[in-house]
């Protein structure tokens, strides 16, 4: 077997073992609370965390990864993932499992800012579509397998085993990884690694989401919300201004965004997390409380987007691979934009095999989008600096993500009684808590679904209008000088204005020279 396909298999592995336990964990909540007595603030933590800590972590990981080796970085990601896992097999306590969750969300981090850079090393630009196409199979099947797991995990045993059944996955993921996977970095030692500016971003990355967090289960208004986020503004600010003024090897080469391919994905990248990530939180209070239908009907009914993703993600990274991103990643936001807007015109009698339908189209244009757009920012980065742009891609992703629940959960509960939206997100929502009538509280909730899937399909139309902007352009690989060693651009703010470089037309044939 060639080696680009064994470094995919073990990459696989861990994308299969990432998305078995978000959805297992979503299936198991009711039990973990009930057998810890953990409040709703610990619970929302337990979810949380685990996201916070490898977005404000994986650039950095991923600046380390072109230091120090990404084989290195990667296989150490399983060994913290699977400590972190055993250890939340044994918490006591929700603060406890909080805590080990956050160990466990390390080793993701370790992971995911390794894990495009990895098979971007191993395939060449011309079949990098496939791979990530072949990728989306992965996280589809993942999430299924996740949803039939806790089921079958909590019907003959103890939820422990949600957090347990990581360890041997891991286990064989990291033996297989040492013994198979190529080093394909050499350590530079003139290079640095900036722990200020680590410190400045994910210091401010750190404030801002949990800032969010806590404006989800308290109130925007209080102090403990407030803070933070006005605290992550100039950390983050100070951040830009070190690594653009001051830093000799910075974390974030701002000279990435001097490509407008590069630009342009990423930006694609946030606005349609910003829609998507919330979708099936929505659509599974909608299943519960307005069709009151049971949990496990519920997440049933949300297969047909992972099905869908499964199937036409290889596919469409095929078809990226010989026509370019542009085409299909637009192709793919514009199925999602239409799908969004006929969730928008849900109501409470509402067929759900039409609703099925309406998922599976979100499927489909997220397994056009998904690869043909992530081939294309690694394409469009240099591969000293695969590791930085992988690292940035998940961060930007990771951001959008919470940020997508806070929109969700803003138009969901603006005219619902105060106190409601920490109901909706932990789970304890009682209708009969509301003081609405059943009829009031179904038109009142249907009205907020309606806005944040109207307000998903605004971001999914820019995300779709930047994809087709980010232009048909050849990958000229950049040698190692030209990113001039990243030194602080002395222009100020217009060092980062993206550049409309190497714009010459790729047409189907021209070969492994890179995606558009």
Known sequence: MEYKWKALAIVNLGGLMGSIDATVLVIGFPSVARELGASLVEMVWVLMIYLVMGTALVLSLGRLSDMKGRKRLYTAGFLVFILGSGLCGFAGTGV????????????????IANSFAIVSDAFPASERGRAFGINTIVWGAGSVLGIALGGLILAVTTWRWIFWINLPIGAVATVVGMLVLRESVTPNPKETFDFPAAFLFVAGLLALLFGVTEGILTSWGAPETLGPILLSAPLLVAFVLWEMRVSRDPILPLSLFRSWPFSAGLLATVLQGL???????VLMIYFQGIRHVSVLTASLLLLPLFLALMVVGPVGGRLSDRYGARFLSTLGLGVQ???LLLLSGL???TPLALVAVYEGMLGVGGGLFFPANTAAIMASSPPNRYGVASGAMMTFRNTAVALSYVLALVALTSRLPAGLGAQLFGGSFRPEATGLSPGELTATFLSGMHAAFLIATACVVAAALFSALRGRH???ELPASSIAADR???RGLAGSIPLRA????????DGPRGLS
């Open 275 to 281: 829609a998507l990530f919330s979708t099936n939180f």
């Open 337 to 339: 934009a239409l799908a």
């Open 96 to 111: 406890e499992l909080v805590l080990f969750r956050a160990i466990q969300g390390v080793g993701g981090a370790m992971l």
């Open 474 to 476: 050849r990958w000229n």
């Open 347 to 349: 109501s409470a009698s």
């Open 502 to 509: 190497g714009s010459v037309e790729r047409r189907p044939g």
């Open 488 to 490: 602080p651009a002395p």
